[in-house]
């Protein structure tokens, strides 16, 4: 082709695009373990090499690698390709301590009530001394509760004391009419340290009690305590303060 004197030429070039090659990673970021070495992978038909802290590992070749050194792991794939791939990394820590701990609210409790204990482990497989295999158990009863974790050739076990006592005993006697304004005889029982409530108020226990009779109708708590747990019973006195008395009959002498 030529114009004003000035000719040019064309020749037709072929580009071709090289995809990098496929792989699967499905390691995380970071893993961690008792054991002394730990397998990693990268999925690929590609030829691989493995990189220890971004320095190439001699033979480490194949898509699975036995980690044996605590560092940052990551794998190039097809690295004499013109477009090789490489993957995320990975760091490995060997010979973590596999440790176990036991914990709940609290270790003394009522009977009647129950504590959840939980495991708290960095590792492994569980077993409590109950045989349940899960994060936590529900106890009702006074053991020394334990568990136990395992993982490979580690194993770590922690032991919970758990204390259930016997609740107070609170027996504010029966319901009772009394005439308005008029002190009665209460004879209520209970032990531990106890005290009433009534009307927004409180009174000291002692046996057998002196209640002053209410102007109403009022319910008394009956509550004792013995340092753990509390229990409490009530008393209602109905407190007769309308009732009047006209007698029915008079005698000549009037009385």
Do not use: K
């Amino acid at each position: 082709v030529s114009a004003n004197g000035c000719s040019t030429a064309t020749n037709a070039v072929n580009y071709t695009v090289v995809p990098p090659p496929s792989f699967t990673w499905n390691n995380p970021a970071e893993l961690s373990t008792c054991l002394d070495q730990l397998r990693i992978q990268v999925n690929t038909s590609s030829p691989v090499q493995w990189y220890l802290n971004d320095t190439p590992i001699v033979g480490a070749t194949n898509p699975l690698l036995i980690a044996t050194t605590s560092g940052t792991y990551a794998c190039m794939i097809d690295p004499n390709a013109i477009c090789p791939a490489e993957s995320p990394s990975c760091l490995v820590v060997l010979n973590v301590p596999l440790n176990i701990q036991l914990t709940t609210t609290t270790d003394t409790l009522c009977i009647g009530e129950s504590a959840i204990l939980t495991a708290n482990y960095n590792e492994g497989v569980i077993a409590w001394s109950d045989g349940s295999v899960g994060d936590s158990i529900e106890v009702n009863a006074s053991d020394m509760y334990w568990a136990q974790v395992a993982f490979g050739d580690c194993v770590a076990s922690d032991t919970l004391n758990i204390t259930f006592v016997d609740r107070p005993f609170a027996d504010a006697g029966e319901d009772l009419i009394s005439d308005c304004g008029v002190a009665m005889l209460i004879d209520a029982m209970c032990d531990g340290t106890c005290h009433w409530e009534y009307l927004q108020t409180t009174a000291p226990f002692s046996h057998p009690n002196y209640l002053p009779s209410p102007d109403q109708s009022t319910t008394y708590i009956l509550i004792a305590d013995n340092g753990f747990c509390q229990e409490q019973d009530t008393l209602f006195i109905w407190a007769d303060c309308v009732h009047v008395y006209v007698p029915n009959a008079f005698t000549p002498d009037g009385d």
